[in-house]
């Protein structure tokens, strides 16, 4: 019922900065989690960021806190991924992910029910 599609992915130099958008439709974000997650080549899928459906709670992976901002627009059905200083190892496709219920957060990738398609983002060095 809940379609995600991400844009925003692109190639930067590092200490770059780029602004991930995730589009949700099907069913309002009432009652959702929404998280980033990443993979790169040869690696597990890994959380990056989460945010409860006030916005209230946010929580980041150590390797991006204080680099990244996770925001949403429930009027706009959308979620955010602000990357500021992004370095060569934050090269990964990045996935949004939806939660049918709501929880103050959510960290594992089995804690989602709902899938975008992924956003390639690259970061020379």
């Known amino acids: 019922q809940v379609q995600l599609v991400e844009s925003g992915g692109g190639s930067v130099q590092n200490g770059g900065s780029l602004r991930l958008s995730c589009a949700a439709s099907?069913?309002?974000?009432?009652?959702?989690?929404m998280g980033w997650f990443r993979q790169a080549p040869g690696k597990e899928r890994e959380f990056v960021a989460t945010?409860?459906?006030?916005?209230?709670?946010?929580y980041y992976a150590d390797s991006v806190k204080g680099r990244f901002t996770i925001s949403r627009e429930n009027a706009k059905n959308t979620v955010y991924l602000q990357m500021n200083s992004l370095k060569p190892e934050d090269t990964a496709v990045y996935y949004c992910?939806?939660?049918?219920?709501?929880?103050?957060?959510?960290?594992?990738?089995?804690?989602?029910?709902?899938w975008g398609q992924g956003t390639q983002v690259t970061v020379s060095s």
């Open positions: 992910a939806s939660r049918d219920v709501s929880s103050a957060y959510a960290l594992r990738t089995y804690e989602y029910q709902y």
């Open positions: 099907g069913r309002t974000f009432r009652n959702h989690n």
């Open positions: 945010i409860n459906w006030s916005g209230g709670n946010t």
